[in-house]
Structure formats: structure tokens, C-alpha cells
T-cell receptor, first 111, second 114 residues
Framework: EDQVTQSPEALRLQEGESSSLNCSYTVSGLRGLFWYRQDPGKGPEFLFTLYSAGEEKEKERLKATLTKKESFLHITAPKPEDSATYLC????????????FGAGTRLFVKA | DGGITQSPKYLFRKEGQNVTLSCEQNLNHDAMYWYRQDPGQGLRLIYYSQIVNDFQKGDIAEGYSVSREKKESFPLTVTSAQKNPTAFYLCATQGRGSSGNTIYFGEGSWLTVV
């Protein structure tokens, strides 16, 4: 069964203090791994899609990487506006378009 | 995303009442999804549909029903059989081919039992 585990559950950083969020997954043939940002009371906002091990994508202060068992979301020199919940999801080739989400990491960045 | 419209934004349900949440998309995407999110929790899959007139149960389908009569629309009915329906409900879509595998979300609907 496809599964996604995110860690830590919550992360508190000082502004400018770089860190990484982890997403461990098991899936029968990875069709795609997705990262989202979610603000309270809003729908998730798309950040990245990764397709194969070794792939990396960047957007402003965020960089996502992928191995065969996990993905990392690296946050470089975060700002208070980066505070949000970051969600990871996987979709496998079996099970059609079924997509499974992790519980998320709540990031707090203090000025 | 701007191409997915969920309504209403806020809905109150009385005990024993069925309610329907609307999800409309103009992205021409084949796949559509309904997720439930409880406070401080991740997203749990209720139902998903890959094409018109076809849908599959997700992990928490009990007490919910859906239909997919049109490509643009995927309404979710929360029935009286769902004993704890108070939650944030999210609709999503996914395209194929040149649009890639990106999954886009609507802004969500809050359902509260009164």
C-alpha cells in the first residue's frame, strides 16, 4: 500500500536559519512526488513535481530533491512569510490516479 | 487554483441532513478528487474520478457519495450516514500530457454540523 510519512511534524526556525523537511514514501512505481504549501484555511498551493531519483527543482528559497525512498524540501535563509504547512504527496502507476498525502510539516519562521 | 471553483465556502448541516458540495473546473482536466482535512491533519482521500461516468472510493468513502456526469463537475454529497462530517473539504484536478501531472486544488469548503 502506498504510504507517505513527513517529518518533523513541526519546525521552528529563526529568520535566515536554513533547514530541511523530509518526506519518506513507499509506492509501487512512482508516477510523481508532489510538494505543496498550505496556508491556514486555504487550498494547497503547488510547489514542485519530481518524477525520478536524482531530480532537483528550485523556486526562490526552496529546493526539492528526490531519492528512491525519500524527498527533501530544503529551505534556504527562510523569511517569516515562509511560515506555512508543507505537504508531500505521491502518486503511483498502480491504483490509477490515486494520490496519497502525508500529514504535513508545520513551519514557523520567527523574525 | 483559479480554474477550480468550490461552493459554498461555508456550509452548516443539521443532524440527519444530506448536503452537497459543488466542484467545477474549467481546466479541461480528466481526473478529479475530493479530500477531507481535519484541523492540524493531512489530506485524506474520499473519492476520485479518472474519467466521466467513472469514480473510485478512496480511503474514507463511507458516508459520502459522488457523481461524474460531466467532465467539468464532480459534486460531493455528505450523507446522514457520515457521523462526523465537520471538516474542511478540498476538491482537486489533474491533467495529462502537456499539462503534466500537476494536481491543482480549489479553495476549499468548510462544513460544520449544528
Amino acid at each position: 500500500e502506498d504510504q507517505v510519512t513527513q517529518s518533523p511534524e513541526a519546525l521552528r526556525l529563526q529568520e535566515g536559519e536554513s533547514s530541511s523537511l523530509n518526506c519518506s514514501y513507499t509506492v509501487s512505481g512512482l508516477r510523481g512526488l508532489f510538494w505543496y504549501r498550505q496556508d491556514p484555511g486555504k487550498g494547497p498551493e503547488f510547489l514542485f513535481t519530481l518524477y525520478s531519483a536524482g531530480e532537483e527543482k528550485e523556486k526562490e528559497r526552496l529546493k526539492a530533491t528526490l531519492t528512491k525512498k525519500e524527498s527533501f524540501l530544503h529551505i534556504t535563509a527562510p523569511k517569516p512569510e515562509d511560515s506555512a504547512t508543507y505537504l508531500c504527496a505521491v502518486q503511483g502507476y498502480t491504483g490509477g490516479f490515486k494520490t496519497i498525502f502525508g500529514a504535513g510539516t508545520r513551519l514557523f519562521v520567527k523574525a | 487554483d483559479g480554474g477550480i471553483t468550490q461552493s459554498p465556502k461555508y456550509l452548516f448541516r443539521k443532524e440527519g441532513q444530506n448536503v452537497t458540495l459543488s466542484c467545477e473546473q474549467n481546466l479541461n482536466h480528466d481526473a478529479m478528487y475530493w479530500y477531507r482535512q481535519d484541523p492540524g491533519q493531512g489530506l485524506r482521500l474520499i473519492y476520485y474520478s479518472q474519467i466521466v461516468n467513472d469514480f473510485q472510493k478512496g480511503d474514507i468513502a463511507e458516508g459520502y457519495s459522488v457523481s461524474r456526469e460531466k467532465k467539468e463537475s464532480f459534486p460531493l454529497t455528505v450523507t446522514s450516514a457520515q457521523k462526523n462530517p465537520t471538516a474542511f473539504y478540498l476538491c482537486a484536478t489533474q491533467g495529462r500530457g502537456s499539462s503534466g501531472n500537476t494536481i491543482y486544488f480549489g479553495e476549499g469548503s468548510w462544513l460544520t454540523v449544528v
